[in-house]
């Protein structure tokens, strides 16, 4: 057993707080956005120039002066603003915005993040992934436990090329949820999925824990 | 006529393009590039081309007409996916990409075009963007150290940008997340050539509503086309009369 996307996106929105402005990546973090809690107020930013982005637009009613950083056709919200892709990464890089949801393909148990490139095949680039985890204070990664070969994806130390070194704080996979200290003070797993016991986790999990199951 | 305005994208590229340049080119994928002006300046032939922007237009599209026909020779840029010609000539060594985390990229060019060198950033350390560069520690205010990436400023031969109104001046204004790189990019360039959808008279734009100042557009131009193809069109049904959402 194990959770389902929509099951991970749903604890990424349990990280919400009351008036955060919040970046989401693309995939799983995506799904968040249709998350908030009812009488929570939380921004969203598009790190391509918006705050406050609204849902997609009625068929028929897009606009190409208005997309998100996914390239998607978005809305505006009344309380939207828009500023340029300078502003947009001062706001990321000076810390401005308090949470950044976003997927990974390895995190290590110093809280280091792989998620831009594999070596050897076509780099697309990082966008804005490493300025994210450089710049926003509590990143949460949520990502699948395992490769398709099985292979952990939560390793002692990341085997392909970082996107942030010590960025991690929140690791939340389709197996367990497990709390990172990024100045190195190692990992607590917090949280089991449905049907996973401890045995299952550690066969599968190349980094090293500490049990603090909550409840 | 004011002395910024040309009739046409290619008479505003007329004269200042040359082989081996640097070109700063605004938009976020296809969102706010300067549509009309990319190709005049595959028209111009112009090879070689460095070419800086967040990306490269995608697969029919945008930058990637001047790439498809052979002119660039280099790319820095912070996402180049939905391109299949740059992707090959990529992994052949055709062309150069240097990958810049967007954030970086934005603030190189804002750098640039404000006359700062170089600056020190918090994003890259510890991976292969900071390999090479120096590197060294500041306080944060609780007194502990993290370290710093020092990244430069960029500049280029020739800016493009796409904003949605100008006054004759060269003041312009960008109409939602079409702004995006085109403000500091205008800023950037030795001559900036501004292409508009429409222009209007000093007096008409508000002054305390201005995005960018005149000063940083050199040549102005209504754009005679506007595709603005969408890349992932995403929308959701309507609601039907009387259905209460």
Redesign the interface.
Known sequence: MAWTREQMAARAARELRDGYYVNLGIGIPTLVANMIPDGMTVTLQ?????LGMG????????????????????T?LPQTS?????D??GM??GGHIALSILGGMQVSEKG?LANW?VPGK??????????LV??VPRVVVVMDHREKGGDSKFLKECTL??????VVDLLITDLAVFEIDRRGGGVRLTELADGVTLDMLRACTGADFAVDLQG | MSRKIYSDAASALAGITFDGMTVMSGGFGLCGIPENLIEALRDSGAKDLTVIGNNVGCDGHGMWRVLANNQIRKVLASYVGENKILESRYMSGEIEIEFNPQGTLAERIRAGGAGIPAFYTRTGYGTKVAEGKETRQFPNPDGTLDWYVMETGLTADISLVKAWKADTEGNLVYRKTARNFNPMIATAGRITIAEVEEIVQPGELDPDQIHTPGIFVQRLVKGGHYEKHIERLTTRPRPTAGENR
């Not at chain 1, 028929?60 to 978005?74: E, H, M, P, V």
């Not at chain 1, 828009?82 to 300078?86: D, E, G, K, P, V």
């Open positions: 598009s790190e391509n120039g918006m849902p997609f637009p009625y068929e028929g009613d897009q606009d190409a002066d208005l997309i998100n950083a996914g390239k998607q056709t978005i505006e828009y500023f340029s892709s300078a947009s990464f990321i890089r280091d490139m076509m780099i697309k680039g990082m966008g804005g992934a490493m300025d450089a710049g090329p970082l996107t942030g070194k010590g």
